[in-house]
């Protein structure tokens, strides 16, 4: 017969689930938490570079390059064309003062000299020629004058006498009215002598002085002539070393045509191409450094060149204090170009690392340095070797100041594990 059975309230896979369902649960419980934790990444800390912040001097300077050239370049320009005929030195000679480098010939300026030569030499014979004709007509006018003088005594002297013997009743009014006219006469003519011989003594001053203004003009113009013509002759301006010289024998060289130049040989200055990001800052009297030979030396900007030109502008540096022996011509100098007074700041040492955050935060290490987290930090002036910390770091922290570009956005990084 049949008989009931009663089923199992605790079968073996009701025991095995209701033990697993708080299993699952603690997993779940421990994979959320561990998920919502920082994200990390393990790195070999032998491909770091890792700083310590630290408390030091600050200065903030630029690197810049540059050329040294002659304190004075003197370039020579044709101030009369020509053709080359002579050629007294050469490249790179060392040159005094008006010494002649190079002799030009100008058919057509050499004529003007000749006949501007003759003009003065005509001019000349003309106010001879009316010097002596206006000292003839003085000569002239001064025996007139004499003989008019000698008339008028006469006549005086006779009108008197006549006068006192009408007077007597001795001569009739016919004989003195005779001499009172003869005496009238001459006193008019020597009037009129003196008139005329004063009128052409300012006449002669006036000829004269003219024809003097222009002798000495002609003069001046004939002076001009022979500077020009004199200037076919280039010569050195100052003393100093002819660096380039570029003419040939035979060649024709215009008037205001480039020949060379002559750098003076008193001292040297220093140009440097400064990024225009700077130009507010950079004024004469600036000072910097350079470093020739092994031994470092003070630079000084003297002139600004406002004038940007594809991102740069350009500056004359010179050595006010010591100069050094060694530099040459062309010569490339490392200055470091201080934009500020020296002063105590906290430094972290440049890097990488600027590149991925832009100054906004960095890794710092654990106190045991085997991790590293994001930290928020405030960067403020900088040079090339350091940057001034303003906020989120304190002397002694270490920091990893290589690149970032590999580590994403971890939050964590451990170090050797």
Same mark, same amino acid.
């Given at each position: 017969?049949?008989?009931?059975?009663?089923?199992?309230?605790?079968?073996?896979?009701?025991?095995?689930?209701?033990?697993?369902?708080?299993?699952?649960?603690?997993?779940?419980?421990?994979?959320?938490?561990?998920?919502?934790?920082?994200?990390?990444?393990?790195?070999?800390?032998?491909?770091?570079?890792?700083?310590?912040?630290?408390?030091?001097?600050?200065?903030?300077?630029?690197?810049?390059?540059?050329?040294?050239?002659?304190?004075?370049?003197?370039?020579?320009?044709?101030?009369?064309?020509?053709?080359?005929?002579?050629?007294?030195?050469?490249?790179?000679?060392?040159?005094?003062?008006?010494?002649?480098?190079?002799?030009?010939?100008?058919?057509?300026?050499?004529?003007?000299?000749?006949?501007?030569?003759?003009?003065?030499?005509?001019?000349?014979?003309?106010?001879?020629?009316?010097?002596?004709?206006?000292?003839?007509?003085?000569?002239?006018?001064?025996?007139?004058?004499?003989?008019?003088?000698?008339?008028?005594?006469?006549?005086?002297?006779?009108?008197?006498?006549?006068?006192?013997?009408?007077?007597?009743?001795?001569?009739?009014?016919?004989?003195?009215?005779?001499?009172?006219?003869?005496?009238?006469?001459?006193?008019?003519?020597?009037?009129?002598?003196?008139?005329?011989?004063?009128?052409?003594?300012?006449?002669?001053?006036?000829?004269?002085?003219?024809?003097?203004?222009?002798?000495?003009?002609?003069?001046?113009?004939?002076?001009?002539?022979?500077?020009?013509?004199?200037?076919?002759?280039? +010569?050195?301006?100052?003393?100093?070393?002819?660096?380039?010289?570029?003419?040939?024998?035979?060649?024709?060289?215009?008037?205001?045509?480039?020949?060379?130049?002559?750098?003076?040989?008193?001292?040297?200055?220093?140009?440097?191409?400064?990024?225009?990001?700077?130009?507010?800052?950079?004024?004469?009297?600036?000072?910097?450094?350079?470093?020739?030979?092994? +031994?470092?030396?003070?630079?000084?900007?003297?002139?600004?060149?406002?004038?940007?030109?594809?991102? +740069?502008?350009?500056?004359?540096?010179?050595?006010?204090?010591?100069?050094?022996?060694?530099?040459?011509?062309?010569?490339?100098?490392?200055?470091?170009?201080?934009?500020?007074?020296?002063?105590?700041?906290?430094?972290?040492?440049?890097?990488?690392?600027?590149?991925?955050?832009?100054?906004?935060?960095?890794?710092?290490?654990?106190?045991?340095?085997?991790?590293?987290?994001?930290?928020?930090? +405030?960067?403020?002036?900088?040079?090339?070797?350091?940057?001034?910390?303003?906020?989120?770091?304190?002397?002694?922290?270490?920091?990893?100041?290589?690149?970032?570009?590999?580590?994403?956005?971890?939050?964590?990084?451990?170090?050797?594990?």
């Amino acid at each position: 017969m049949d008989r009931a059975i009663t089923p199992k309230k605790w079968t073996t896979r009701k025991v095995l689930l209701m033990g697993g369902l708080p299993l699952v649960g603690l997993l779940a419980v421990g994979g959320y938490y561990y998920g919502a934790g920082p994200s990390q990444l393990n790195v070999d800390p032998a491909r770091l570079t890792v700083s310590e912040v630290r408390q030091g001097s600050f200065q903030e300077f630029i690197p810049v390059s540059g050329v040294v050239l002659p304190e004075t370049t003197i370039y020579l320009d044709a101030l009369e064309g020509g053709r080359v005929e002579e050629k007294y030195v050469e490249d790179g000679a060392l040159m005094k003062k008006g010494q002649p480098l190079l002799r030009l010939s100008n058919a057509d300026l050499e004529l003007s000299l000749v006949n501007q030569e003759t003009a003065v030499l005509n001019l000349f014979t003309q106010m001879q020629m009316s010097r002596n004709a206006a000292q003839q007509n003085t000569n002239a006018r001064l025996n007139q004058l004499a003989d008019a003088d000698n008339a008028y005594q006469e006549a005086e002297r006779v009108f008197k006498l006549q006068k006192t013997l009408y007077e007597q009743k001795v001569i009739a009014l016919q004989d003195f009215r005779q001499a009172e006219n003869a005496y009238h006469y001459q006193t008019r003519r020597r009037r009129l002598s003196r008139t005329m011989l004063h009128q052409d003594s300012s006449a002669t001053r006036q000829e004269t002085t003219q024809a003097a203004r222009s002798y000495v003009r002609m003069q001046n113009a004939l002076t001009l002539m022979r500077r020009k013509v004199g200037d076919l002759i280039v +010569r050195a301006p100052i003393d100093g070393q002819l660096t380039s010289l570029d003419a040939e024998i035979g060649q024709n060289v215009n008037k205001g045509a480039r020949l060379g130049q002559l750098d003076a040989v008193t001292g040297h200055k220093v140009r440097a191409d400064i990024d225009e990001h700077y130009i507010t800052r950079i004024f004469p009297g600036l000072r910097g450094t350079c470093t020739v030979a092994g +031994r470092p030396y003070a630079l000084q900007i003297r002139k600004v060149y406002t004038q940007v030109a594809q991102g +740069r502008f350009q500056v004359d540096m010179v050595f006010p204090e010591a100069v050094p022996k060694a530099i040459r011509r062309g010569q490339t100098l490392q200055i470091r170009l201080t934009l500020g007074d020296e002063t105590r700041a906290l430094l972290l040492a440049k890097g990488g690392f600027y590149q991925q955050t832009g100054g906004a935060w960095v890794y710092k290490l654990t106190p045991d340095g085997r991790r590293a987290y994001r930290a928020d930090v +405030r960067l403020g002036r900088q040079n090339p070797d350091y940057y001034e910390v303003l906020g989120g770091l304190q002397p002694g922290d270490r920091v990893i100041t290589s690149g970032y570009d590999t580590y994403g956005t971890m939050q964590e990084l451990v170090l050797g594990q």
